[in-house]
C-alpha cells in the first residue's frame, strides 16, 4: 500500500524557519507529483503548490508563492516543504498528498496523516 | 472566498439521502476538468471519495456517488449511516489567475 509519512508537530516562534517533511514508500517516488495542501484552524482545505520529484518541476499556488518553498530528495523518497520565516498566520495543519496517476490532471491520493505547525511567541 | 463553492452545513436523518453541490466556473468545471471528492472526519487527513466525476475508489461504499453537468458538480449520499458524519470538499483544476488546484469551502454533514 502506497504510504506518506509526514515529520511530527512543530513549536515555532515568529521570524523563525522550519522544514517540515513527507517520506514516501512503496510506489516509484520519482514517477508521481507531491502536493502540499494547507489546512488553517477550522477551515478548509488550500493548495499550496506541487513537485514532480522525476526532475524537480515545481509549481505553486499564486497565493503561496514567494511564501514558501518546496523541495525534494530522491535519494531518501522525500519531499519537503520550508519556510524562511514564519509567522503566527502559518498556523496550520499541513498535508502532503500524492497525485493519483502519473500525470499533472489526476485526483489527490493518499494523504500523509498531516504535520501541525504552530508559530507562537 | 473559495474558487469552486459549496454550500457550509447539509443535514439528514439516517437512511435518508442528502447532496452536496459544488458550483464553479468556465475556468475550471465548466472548461471540462474533472472533479474530485474528498471526505474528512474531524481529526483525520482527507480520504479520495469520487475521482474524475463519478469514479469510486475500491472500498467506497456505493452509496456516495457523483455526477457532473456544467459548472457544477455534486455528491449523493443515499443510505445515511452516523460514521458518514464528517466534512466534503470538492476539488477540480482551474486554468485562470486563481491558480491552478483549487478546493471547494467545504461542508459539514450532520447526521441528525
Known amino acids: 500500500e502506497v504510504q506518506l509519512v509526514q515529520s511530527g508537530a512543530e513549536v515555532k516562534e515568529p521570524g523563525e524557519s522550519l522544514k517540515i517533511s513527507c517520506k514516501a514508500s512503496r510506489y516509484t517516488f520519482t514517477n508521481y507529483w507531491i502536493n502540499w495542501v494547507r489546512q488553517m484552524p477550522g477551515k478548509g482545505l488550500e493548495w499550496m503548490g506541487s513537485?514532480?520529484?522525476?526532475?524537480?518541476?515545481?509549481r505553486y499556488s499564486p497565493s503561496f508563492q514567494g511564501q514558501v518553498t518546496i523541495s525534494v530528495d530522491k535519494s531518501i523518497s522525500t519531499a519537503y516543504l520550508q519556510w524562511s520565516s514564519l509567522k503566527a498566520s502559518d498556523t496550520a495543519i499541513y498535508y502532503c498528498?500524492?497525485?493519483?496517476?502519473?500525470?499533472?490532471?489526476?485526483?489527490?491520493?493518499?494523504w500523509g496523516q498531516g504535520t501541525l505547525v504552530t508559530v507562537s511567541s | 472566498q473559495s474558487v469552486l463553492t459549496q454550500p457550509p452545513s447539509v443535514s439528514g436523518a439516517p437512511g435518508q439521502r442528502v447532496t452536496i453541490s459544488c458550483t464553479g466556473s468556465?475556468?475550471?468545471?465548466?472548461?471540462?476538468?474533472?472533479v474530485y471528492w474528498y471526505q474528512q472526519v474531524p481529526g483525520t487527513a482527507p480520504k479520495l471519495l469520487i475521482y474524475d466525476n463519478n469514479s469510486r475508489p475500491s472500498g467506497v461504499p456505493e452509496r456516495f456517488s457523483g455526477s457532473k453537468s456544467g459548472t457544477s458538480a455534486s455528491l449523493a449520499i443515499t443510505g445515511l449511516q452516523t460514521e458518514d458524519e464528517a466534512d466534503y470538499y470538492c476539488?477540480?483544476?482551474?486554468?485562470?489567475?486563481?491558480?491552478?488546484?483549487?478546493f471547494g469551502g467545504g461542508t459539514k454533514l450532520t447526521v441528525l
Open positions: 468556465s475556468f475550471n468545471i465548466g472548461a471540462g476538468f474533472d
Open positions: 498528498a500524492r497525485q493519483g496517476g502519473s500525470s499533472w490532471l489526476n485526483w489527490f491520493d493518499p
Open positions: 476539488q477540480s483544476y482551474d486554468n485562470s489567475l486563481s491558480g491552478f488546484w483549487v
Open positions: 513537485i514532480y520529484p522525476g526532475d524537480s518541476d515545481t
